[in-house]
């Protein structure tokens, strides 16, 4: 069910997708044509002949038509956890800055048993993994073509209107909000350009259970200075920081001002768990702790949990004589100082061919620094390479190290 609410402030720019395509794809016929072309491999090597079938059978519909099947390609190794998405409708830029489906997920459990209202909705995808999970869920957005596609990918009994995100349309619910973070194809790094502006997002919803989904790069620091005062979540996924999202009011965990969430291992630590953890010279291993780790701010938290320690108290790497569970190492074969032809001998001695090649606090290009090594051997060895010591009195060092997998 999708009601209109007049709102003049913004306009959809034109693009291959306008109401009236969206109304063809979710009619009957459009989705007959839809059918054709899925049936298409529309690879490199055939794309030029499908499109051309394509548009002799279906006219002017062909763009529209090739370009939502491969969208929904896309689509489905994206959100495919969030159940049948084969079917959904979305744009290329709708689908790139849509929450991967396992992340999502993840914010939803920490909004079950409430109503909650996404007011920048766009394709639906929030509002599908909170189904179920939620109370209530209700939609909107300001682009009426995204918001006519979330209406087909959720189903007639979806609750979405038309409405700026920045006038609230809804009362005693928790709000989520997804800001554009790119504009004409280029980056905002400034939140307040975000679409809308976190700092008239933050004003305006002062007061209510609020979750916001940001960059993992943005300032904390400026967040703060915005009058946020809440809990800011890092999460990682397959090894990459997908978001920081910011909880304030009632979904922010009481004492907690960080935390680093890991959805491949379950793990989570916060700011509130202990960090006394040491510096010492290395051990047996070395750890890199996942980037969500390291953006939050929790590496001596994380540290004091797996009874790891520092190399040094301003470098994120982590020393241990044993492996925290499911975590990659670097077992420590040998140290030297970092001297380009000393580290080849070191490299050279042990048959090393395959160079993985880790730096932190060094100015180092790694895959110049790789060339230059000139290894011809047969062992797949990694070399970690970091400064020890206060910067004046520091020391750039290279651990030879065998990697765990």
């Not at 909170?130 to 300001?142: C, N, P, Q, Y």
């Not at 943005?218 to 967040?223: A, H, L, W």
């Amino acid at each position: 069910m999708v009601l209109q609410r007049d709102d003049h402030r913004g306009q959809t720019l034109l693009s291959l997708f306008d109401l009236d395509a969206v109304r063809y794809l979710r009619s009957e016929s459009g989705a007959a044509a839809l059918a054709v072309v899925a049936e298409l491999e529309l690879s490199d090597a055939t794309r030029i002949t499908d499109v051309s079938a394509v548009r002799a059978r279906f006219g002017d519909r062909a763009a529209v038509l090739v370009e939502t099947t491969l969208l929904r390609r896309k689509a489905q190794q994206k959100l495919g956890a969030l159940g049948d998405v084969a079917g959904w409708l979305c744009t290329d830029e709708a689908l790139q800055q849509a929450t991967a489906a396992p992340v999502a997920l993840h914010r939803a459990a920490r909004l079950a048993g409430r109503v909650v209202h996404d007011v920048t909705c766009s394709i639906g995808t929030e509002l599908a993994a909170l189904r179920g999970v939620a109370t209530r869920v209700i939609g909107s957005d300001i682009d009426p073509v995204r918001l006519a596609m979330a209406g087909h990918n959720l189903g007639e009994h979806a609750y979405l209107c038309r409405a700026d995100a920045l006038h609230p349309v809804s009362r005693d619910a928790a709000v989520v909000v997804d800001p554009a973070r790119r504009g004409g194809g280029r980056r905002r790094f400034d939140p307040r350009d975000y679409q809308p502006a976190l700092d008239q997002v933050l004003q305006r919803y002062r007061g209510r259970d609020l979750a916001v989904k940001c960059a993992p790069g943005i300032d904390f620091d400026q967040v703060g200075r915005l009058g946020f005062d809440g809990e800011v979540e890092v999460t990682s996924y397959r090894g990459s920081v997908r978001e920081a999202c910011l909880w304030w009011g009632g979904l922010a965990e009481a004492g907690v001002r960080r935390r680093a969430t890991i959805l491949d291992r379950a793990e989570q630590i916060t700011s509130a768990d202990a960090e006394d953890c040491r510096v010492r010279p290395v051990g047996r291993w070395i750890v890199d702790p996942d980037g969500a780790v390291v953006r939050a701010g929790l590496v001596r938290h994380y540290a004091t949990r797996h009874r790891l320690w520092q190399l040094d108290p301003d470098i994120a790497y982590l020393s241990g004589d044993r492996l925290p569970p499911g975590v990659r190492g670097f077992e420590v074969l040998e140290q030297v100082a970092f001297d380009e032809r000393q580290l080849r001998r070191a490299l050279s001695a042990r048959d090393c061919g395959a160079l993985e090649i880790l730096v932190r606090g060094v100015a180092v290009d790694p895959d110049a620094l790789r060339r230059r090594m000139r290894l011809r051997g047969g062992e797949p060895l990694s070399v970690v390479i970091t400064r020890i010591g206060a910067r004046a009195g520091g020391a750039a060092v290279a651990y030879v190290c065998r990697p765990s997998r």
